[in-house]
Every structure is written in C-alpha cells, then in structure tokens.
C-alpha cells in the first residue's frame, strides 16, 4: 500500500498498460491507453461471469503483445459491492489492480470533452486517465483472520439490527396485551420476566393459575429472588389489567413467535461470540492491546475489521486517513479558514475510534491527562472536540505500535509526550 505520491507515480512506466473499468452489475466496460493518456485498441464490455473475466485477460494479452508492454495496471470505481469479485479474480490471476474515488471521476469526466454527458464508455476513460496521473489508492482487501473478522462483524450488525426489531416488538405486545408487566417486573428482558412470558397466557388467563403453579413454573429459569409475594402481586395486576382481549389466539401466536426469534437471536450471538474469541487468537498483539485499560475486545475487533492486517501498512498515517482523521484547511490570500478533518475515509472506523476515545479519557490515566493538556496548555489550547481527535489519532499510533512490536503499553511513556510530565520524570 503506497503512501508517497511519488511512488504511485513511479510505478507507471513507458512500459505500462493502463485500464480503466466502469463497474456496474452485469457488465462492465474497460478501456486502455498508454502512459502519455494514448488509448490503446476499442474498448471492451465484459459480463460479470468467469467467462467475461477471461474475454478481460485475453483482451489484455493481446494488447500487451500488440503494443509492446510488460505489466499492467487496473483502475476502477469501488462501487457497492460490484467491484469485489472482479478484485478477488484479477488478485488470483497476479494481476495488479487499484481503485479510484467515485467523486474524482465526476469531478474529471468534463476534461476531455467538455460535456457533463455520462456513460460507462466514458466513465471507463477517465477512471484510466486517473490512474495515469496517480490518482488512485491501493485497495487492503483483508484476507484470512481478518477477511473472517469483517465478516464476523457484518453479522452482528445485522443481528443486532435484527435484535432491536424484535425486542421494539415484543415491547408493543407487552404495551397491548399486558401492560401492567412492567409494574411487577423492572424489564422483559430479565429471567423472570420472560419466564412468565413463555406461559403465553394473557392477563385474563394468568389469574386461573394457582401461585404454586406460576412459582413452579418460574422456578426453572430463577431459583431465587423472586417468591409468592411476587407472584401474587402479578395475579392482582393482571386480574384489573386493561390489556386487549379481542383476538387472543392470535395474540398467543404472535407473543410465541417474537420470544423465538429473540431466543434464536440471542442464541446466534453467543455462538458469534465464541467464534469471534477464537480468530482473536491468531492477531499479533491482541493480548498486549487488551491490557490498556479502557479498551475491550469489541474496540479490537472492531478495529481489525475495518483495518486488516497492520503488516500491510507502512506507517500509522495510512491508518489515520484511511478513517478520515487527517487535516484540512481552506485557505486563500490572507484569508485562512478553520481546520478540520476531512471524513474522508471508512466511517465506522472513525465512529469505533471516537466511542472509545470518550471512556478512555474518563477511566485511562494517560489519556485523561493528555487530554488535560491539550485543552489547557497555555500556547494553542485545542477544544474539547479537537483533542478527541487528536487523542483518536493517538490511539490509532498506539495500536499499530503494539501490532507491529507487541510490546506492553506504558502509561508512563505516554505521560512522556506532555512537555511537564517530561521534565518532572527526567527529575525523578
């Protein structure tokens, strides 16, 4: 993964084949030029199947034998999730590949013709002409532990997404059918609760129950805590609730289906969980980033789903922009507008990067202090926001240290970047 710009510009020689490819569903559209922007044969549409693919490599054969090259360049637009299986052939066929922001290609499309005019053929010969002048970024698709990790992670979002459907659901039941649940018990969600709940009986059918009957049947999800007082305390609310009768039977089935797809759900999350645990195992430094106080499990996954392998990187600056931590500042003559960062990245790695910088800042010693510092220090004090990100970015150091080092992390040394806390160390 190139860094330097000059690097990326490096690697297009006299030599080069350069291909831009429009990505869309079913067909994809390539076109080729040289280094000099000089395009090479017709362009080509190609179906996105393993025999479109192929017409792909021998298109490039023939005009690598044709036009004298010696290696080959792939540009493309990441779009959606289109883009990956045409990245995982080119990656087994050896081939290099590297993709280009979506928003550079309708920036550049009018330089060429002068026309706002769209189409893949076009869009194929921009993508190209960017790539020509490096502007392009190298693609970190994760593989192995990694590739399981964001795939892990994908999952429970969606579990989870599932999981509030489900729980906003059998809240509306309880709210129609048995409101006054939530009287005798603090939440649904506890054993006892949800115990009751599997009787599926509503209010005017839970009164013919003995209090026996109900503790016995309470009794095999809580062993304690929970007695006749409050069973009988249930049997007087639900003989004056004012849940709905019509329809019961319905009713009945509803509540049954809802408590088994919060049963399943919650059963798939325990299983996801074990499985995450175990590919933890097999990532350099997990060990040593667990033992910095403030961060858990969840922030690591999360962390080397979005990232991948650290080894792929050259320098924590890769890390920082690639979630849209880095700076920018609009200036002009003598006007300088304010910095900020430019978002410009993979968003949920900077939303995990922030949620876990705030309970840092509260129960980390380090980054507690460092964070005193920078909102107090007397020469270009940063607001609050600002050293967040900054403690963010921090962070983001910290981490690719361990995983490239595996060494423990030192409060004490982290205490050493604050010019006060240096001193006082070199007098001790």
């Not at 559209?29 to 393993?50: C, H, K, M, P, Y």
């Not at 013919?208 to 305390?233: N, W």
């Not at 690639?322 to 410009?344: C, D, M, P, V, Y």
């Not at 609050?384 to 490239?404: D, T, Y």
Request: glycine letters at 6%.
């Amino acid at each position: 993964m190139n860094y330097n710009q000059n690097q990326k510009l490096a690697q297009i020689t006299s030599q080069t084949l350069i291909i831009g490819v429009d990505i869309a569903k079913f067909n994809h559209v390539a076109r080729a030029q040289d280094f000099r922007g000089v395009e090479l044969g017709s362009s080509l549409s190609f179906e996105n199947t393993i025999m479109g693919f192929n017409s792909l490599l021998e298109w490039i054969q023939k005009l690598i034998v044709n036009h004298k090259m010696d290696q080959v360049i792939i540009g493309m637009e990441p779009t959606g999730h289109y883009w990956l299986n045409l990245a995982q052939f080119l990656k087994e066929n050896k081939i290099k590949f590297v993709v280009v922001n979506p928003l550079h290609v309708k920036k550049a499309k009018e330089l060429d013709d002068n026309s706002p005019t769209k189409n893949d053929v076009k869009d194929a010969k921009v993508i190209a002409q960017l790539v020509k002048d490096a502007r392009y970024a190298e693609p970190n698709i994760p593989e192995g532990v990694y590739a399981e990790l964001r795939g892990a992670r994908k999952i429970r979002d969606l579990l989870s997404v599932d999981l509030q459907s489900v729980q906003g659901q059998i809240h509306n039941w309880i709210d129609r059918y048995f409101p006054e649940l939530l009287t005798v018990f603090k939440k649904w969600e506890g054993k006892a609760a949800l115990q009751i709940l599997k009787l599926n009986l509503l209010p005017h059918e839970l009164v013919k129950l003995s209090d026996q009957e109900l503790l016995t049947h309470l009794r095999k999800a809580v062993k304690r805590g929970v007695g006749l007082a409050k069973m009988q305390e249930l049997k007087q609310v639900a003989n004056l609730s004012i849940g709905i009768r019509q329809g019961s039977e319905m009713a009945k089935l509803e509540l049954q289906t809802l408590l088994e797809k919060y049963e399943f759900i919650q059963m798939k999350f325990e299983d996801l969980e074990s499985q995450m645990d175990s590919l933890l195992e097999h990532v350099p430094g997990v060990e040593q980033m667990l033992g910095i106080t403030g961060i858990g499990r969840d922030t690591i996954i999360g962390f080397f789903s979005e990232v991948g392998d650290l080894s792929q990187y050259t320098h924590p600056r890769q890390i920082i922009k690639l979630a849209g931590l880095n700076l920018k500042e609009n200036t002009s003559g003598k006007h300088k507008g304010q910095t900020k960062i430019t978002k410009r990245g993979r968003k949920k790695l900077r939303a995990l990067l922030f949620k876990v910088v705030m309970p840092l800042v509260a129960k980390n010693s380090a980054f507690k202090a460092l964070h005193e510092y920078y909102t107090t220090r007397p020469n270009n004090p940063l607001k609050k926001m600002q050293s967040m990100i900054a403690l963010c970015n921090k962070l983001i150091r910290i981490l690719f240290a361990i995983g490239k080092k595996k060494f423990e992390f030192s409060e004490e040394r982290m205490l050493s970047d604050i010019p006060h806390m240096a001193l006082s160390q070199e007098a001790a």
